[in-house]
Every structure is written in structure tokens, then in C-alpha cells.
């Protein structure tokens, strides 16, 4: 069974991270399994930088894959121009 790999991460904290992450708002993430282990994600933050964060500022919604789809196709052309 292919494991599922989610792409998308919903804030539901932001304590100590006010102006990294914004509670209910969607997040990119960046699979990294050695995070993984240690309960950590690899997220795409309001910097446009990836940064690991512990799991428990997010949680995971069960999203349709063609709006996921969408969803990730509207962020990747609002990310900042560095």
C-alpha cells in the first residue's frame, strides 16, 4: 500500500512563531523524513522558506486531490519573489 503523503498542513498554533505562521491558514510542506521521526514538519512559512516546526502547531484535513491540487497551484504563484 503506497503511503499517504500529505501536502498540506493546516496552522492551529502559532505560539512563539507570530510572524512565521498564521493560525488557519494553509501551509506547504516539504516531505522530510528525518523530521518526520522526530515529530517535526518541513513547512514553507510566511518567510517562503522552508523551517521545521513541531507537529502539533498543525493538523491535517482530509482534502479532495483536485482541489489539493488547486489549492497548491494558487500558492506556488503567490510565493514571494526573493
Known amino acids: 500500500m503506497k503511503r499517504d503523503r500529505k501536502?498540506?498542513?493546516?496552522?492551529?498554533?502559532?505560539?512563539?512563531y507570530q510572524a512565521s505562521l498564521i493560525v488557519g491558514k494553509m501551509y506547504r510542506l516539504i516531505?522530510?523524513?528525518?523530521?518526520?521521526?522526530?515529530?517535526?514538519?518541513r513547512v514553507i512559512d510566511e518567510s517562503g522558506e522552508d523551517y521545521?516546526?513541531?507537529s502539533s502547531f498543525f493538523t491535517f484535513l482530509d482534502i479532495p486531490?483536485?482541489?489539493e491540487k488547486n489549492i497548491l497551484a494558487l500558492a506556488?504563484?503567490?510565493?514571494?519573489?526573493?
Not at 31 to 41: E, S, V, Y
Not at 76 to 82: L, Q
Open 31 to 41: 516531505l522530510d523524513a528525518r523530521a518526520l521521526k522526530d515529530d517535526f514538519l
Open 76 to 82: 506556488s504563484r503567490a510565493a514571494p519573489v526573493h
Open 52 to 54: 521545521l516546526y513541531h
Open 65 to 67: 486531490r483536485p482541489i
Open 7 to 16: 501536502k498540506l498542513a493546516l496552522c492551529i498554533n502559532n505560539t512563539g
